[in-house]
């Protein structure tokens, strides 16, 4: 079955990095576009950064741009997102997700999520 | 960027009970509306997508209509397990922008 797996999360000091990981199974990697969506503690959710099936297209929200950056790495089945020069604002659950057809955009299937918390 | 205003904030109902829950967005998504439902610690769960298509799996008292800019999410006869947040998404362009949620509770 479609599995997605995060890791990576943990405290970090603000303006540091960190890099966050999500290991998928279960389906082709190389057909989906894959997103990362975050949840701040008790708030709603938003959406972070998608990247395309092949790569060679990526999205990101305003407020991360030029700081986070998603990546792929198809022979590992892996989804990554590396954020830099990380503030409070950036404490969340972050949840990599799927697509449910190819290039549907919406979130069918999700990670269970990881806790990345900026916090000196 | 596309706004979504979920409404109300809070739905307090019974189970048995109807639900009828409000996404308003500020531009036409023409159909391109997602309606997620997430419990207590879990991950959100899709429920309806393209504003009226059931996931695979979805209860069928869950539906979804609407169009343009005005969508609601139904629940026919709520259920314990439905008393959850339910959050619309559009991905009309970007950004994917998410409503800030209504909670179902009892």
Not at chain 2, 19 to 42: F, H, I, K
Not at chain 2, 64 to 80: A, K, Q, Y
Request: hydrophobic share 35%; with cysteine.
């Amino acid at each position: 079955q479609v599995q997605l797996v995060e890791s990576g999360g943990g405290v970090v000091q603000p303006g540091r990095s960190l890099r966050l990981s999500c290991a998928v199974s279960g389906f082709t990697f190389r057909n989906y576009g894959f997103h990362w969506v975050r949840q701040a503690p008790g708030k709603g959710l938003e959406w972070v950064a998608a990247i395309w099936s092949d790569g060679s297209v990526e999205y990101y929200l305003d407020s991360v741009k030029g700081r986070f950056i998603i990546s792929r790495d198809d022979s590992k089945n892996t989804l990554y997102l590396q954020m830099n020069s990380l503030g409070a604002e950036d404490t969340a659950v972050y949840y990599c997700a799927r697509d449910i057809n190819v290039g549907s955009l919406d979130f069918g299937y999700w990670g269970q999520g990881t806790l990345v918390t900026v916090s000196s | 960027e596309i706004v979504l205003t979920q409404s109300p904030a809070t739905l307090s109902l019974s189970p048995g009970e109807r639900a009828t829950l409000s996404c308003r967005a500020s531009q036409s998504v023409n159909s391109y509306l997602v309606w997620y439902q997430q419990r207590p610690g879990q991950a959100p769960r899709l429920l309806i997508y393209d504003a009226s298509n059931r996931a695979t799996g979805v209860p069928a008292r869950f539906s979804g209509s609407g169009s343009g800019t005005d969508f609601t999410l139904t629940i026919s006869s709520l259920e314990p397990e439905d008393f959850a947040v339910y959050y619309c998404q559009h991905r009309s362009n970007w950004p994917l922008t998410f409503g800030g949620g209504t909670k179902v509770e009892i």
